[in-house]
Each structure stands twice: as C-alpha cells, then as structure tokens.
C-alpha cells in the first residue's frame, strides 16, 4: 500500500509544493511483551521502543496465498474511501481553466473565487484539524 502526499504550506498563488510518499508493506513481528501470568495479562515491555522490534517474516501481497479479504486490504480499502482525493488545475483553453476534483477529501477544501481566469482564484484551504 502506498501514500502519496503533495501539499503547499501556504495559501499565496507561488510557493513549493511538499511531497510526501510512504510504503507499507504487511509483515509478521516480534514484539517485545511482558507475560504476567499470575493477573493473565500481556502488556508492550515499557523500556523497549520501536526500534527493539523484529521483523519475522515480509508477506508477498502479489501472492495467489492471500485471495479473498484480508485485514490488510481492509485498511487499504478504509483509508483510500475515506483520505483517497485528487485535486487537478488545469489550463483547457475556451475556459482558461478547470479544476477537477475526485475523492471526498479534495471537495471540503476547494475554494472558487469565481475568477476563472487566474489560477489563483482556485485554490485549497488549509485544514482546520
């Protein structure tokens, strides 16, 4: 599964894009617990961090072994319905420009100061969250 993020930190018409990108990729771990078999709990050991974890095994998502609905691709699913959105400007010619959205995210922040004929007057609004 892979994320892509690309983002301009502010609102004005010039400015850098941010891009972001990450992979995961559904792995077997060993974790380092403690067993307290006296209160029947299993707990994360509190000194250990991210980095004491061990990777057992990587699992092949291209393989014929994982038909069918996984845990793996449920998350996938979740996250593509409720972050997966594209925002596209474009130059079109007879209407100078078109702005083409697609998702549930990229509507909420679209704003349209009704001048299509610059490129800023199309623009997304920051998050409040």
């Known amino acids: 599964m892979h994320l892509a993020i ?3 930190e502010n609102a004005s018409c ?3 894009i941010v891009v ?3 992979s995961f990729q559904m792995v077997t771990v060993r974790y380092p617990v403690i067993i307290n078999a006296n209160q029947s709990t299993v707990a994360f050991d509190p000194q250990s961090t991210m980095f004491d974890d061990i990777v057992e ?3 092949d998502l291209g393989g014929d ?3 069918g609905a996984t845990t793996f691709g449920g998350l ?3 996250i593509n319905n409720r972050f997966g959105s594209d925002a596209s400007l474009r130059l079109t010619g007879a209407v100078p420009y078109t702005f083409i959205m697609d998702g549930s ?3 909420r922040y679209a704003v349209y100061d009704h001048d299509v004929t610059m490129s800023c007057g199309i623009f997304l609004k ?3 969250r």
Do not use: D, H, R, V
Request: aromatic residues 8%; contains cysteine; negative net charge.
């Open 65 to 67: 072994e994982l038909e």
């Open 126 to 128: 920051q998050s409040t």
């Open 20 to 22: 972001q990108n990450c």
């Open 6 to 8: 690309q983002y301009k």
């Open 57 to 59: 095994t990587t699992i």
């Open 14 to 16: 010039a400015g850098n």
């Open 76 to 78: 996938a699913f979740a």
């Open 105 to 107: 995210t990229a509507p």
